[in-house]
Nanobody, 115 residues
Framework: QVRLVESGGGLVQAGGSLRLSCAAS????????MGWYRQAPGQQRELVAR???????KYADSVKDRFTISIDNAKDTVYLQMNELKPEDTAVYYC?????????WGQGTQVTVSS
């Protein structure tokens, strides 16, 4: 079993920045995928960004050049630096990890961007 604990959400004005963190614990291995999804009210959950343990990344088109995902393998922690935030970035952000072909999710953290 893998446990994911998120932190860093909150309220910010448009144009501001936030940094999300997600620490993994439990039955983890070095070969994994981690990332962030988000879900706005009435919308489906969508991929924001993901990264593998080798540092290869993938971003949603809507956040490219504004968000940066990174990983600290020693701490088993993934980060999402969000800059130039827009009101449309408002959502619950969920940490995700794929470990030995199983998906694990964090509890979610609210990000609200005011205009």
């Amino acid at each position: 079993q893998v446990r994911l604990v998120e932190s860093g959400g909150g309220l910010v004005q448009a144009g501001g920045s936030l940094r999300l963190s997600c620490a993994a614990s439990g039955s983890t291995t070095r070969i994994n995928l981690m990332g962030w999804y988000r879900q706005a009210p009435g919308q489906q959950r969508e991929l924001v960004a993901r990264i593998n343990s080798a540092g290869i990344t993938k971003y949603a088109d809507s956040v490219k050049d504004r968000f940066t995902i990174s990983i600290d393998n020693a701490k088993d922690t993934v980060y999402l630096q969000m800059n130039e935030l827009k009101p449309e970035d408002t959502a619950v952000y969920y940490c995700w990890r794929n470990e030995r072909f199983l998906d694990y999710w964090g509890q979610g953290t609210q990000v609200t961007v005011s205009s």
